[in-house]
């Protein structure tokens, strides 16, 4: 079975600028949540997207988007990009049936550097 | 959600046997233990998991005393190729949950 993949894997973009990252979850898996690494603050949770409804959401401010498709395929927005924004981001995919306690299997990431 | 404290760093041997403690004392009833690796540039990688007592797959074992307030993550005979971050978490059912990381345990496999 396939793993999760992201795309793309590298990114460059300039302050001000917006970009949208994809996520495609392990065939049957139906809950996709987001985090962001940097060296400073580690892995922090971004959201997480549950049959196409966002169902948590971390601390991070409205610039940072995302969504999902019937297809459990996610992206990530960001807006109005900082040099902050640079970090490793990534994708985690899990079955999501309700009452269990899964483990999230994650993606490569998309390395983002704002420039 | 349940606070983890793993130490920041541990150093080992080849052929040693590597084991990485995990603290979680408000650990909820329905709270499962999670175990992963990551090494640079990679998304973390999952190893195992557990509820209480120990659970061993073909990388890992994973020892829960009764009262589950810890937990610790036993590798046998570490590589060079085992030098990475190791995260335990805890928590993060289907219930809107979100996995708190910690800083995680940074291993050193030493030739």
């Known amino acids: 079975k396939a793993g999760v993949t992201q795309t793309p894997r590298y990114l460059i973009k300039t302050r001000g600028q917006q970009v949208t990252l994809s996520c495609s979850p392990i065939?049957?898996?139906?809950?996709v949540s987001w985090y962001q690494q940097t060296p400073g603050q580690g892995l922090q949770f971004l959201f997480e997207?549950?049959?196409?409804?966002?169902?948590n959401k971390g601390n991070f401010p409205g610039r940072f988007s995302g969504r999902q498709f019937s297809n459990s395929r996610s992206e990530m927005n960001v807006s109005t990009l900082e040099l902050g924004d640079s970090a490793l981001y990534l994708c985690?995919?899990?079955?999501?049936?309700?009452?269990?306690?899964?483990?999230?299997?994650f993606g490569p990431g998309t390395r983002l550097t704002v420039t | 959600l349940a606070k983890t404290t793993q130490p920041i760093s541990m150093d080992s041997y080849e052929g040693q046997e590597v084991n990485i403690t995990c603290s979680h004392n408000?650990?909820?009833?329905?709270?499962?233990i999670t175990w992963y690796q990551q090494f640079p540039s990679q998304g973390p990688r999952f190893i195992i998991q557990?509820?209480?007592t120990k659970v061993t797959n073909e990388v890992a074992s994973l020892f829960i005393p009764a009262d589950r307030k810890s937990s610790t993550l036993s590798l046998p005979r570490v590589s060079l190729s085992d030098t990475a971050v190791y995260y335990c978490?805890?928590?993060?059912?289907?219930?809107?949950?979100?996995?708190?990381f910690g800083p995680g345990t940074r291993l050193s496999v030493l030739p």
């Open positions: 985690a995919s899990k079955l999501g049936i309700s009452g269990t306690d899964e483990a999230q299997y």
């Open positions: 065939s049957g898996h139906r809950s």
């Open positions: 997207y549950f049959s196409e409804t966002q169902r």
């Open positions: 408000n650990i909820a009833t329905n709270d499962y």
């Open positions: 557990g509820y209480k």
């Open positions: 978490l805890v928590g993060g059912d289907n219930y809107g949950q979100n996995f708190v």
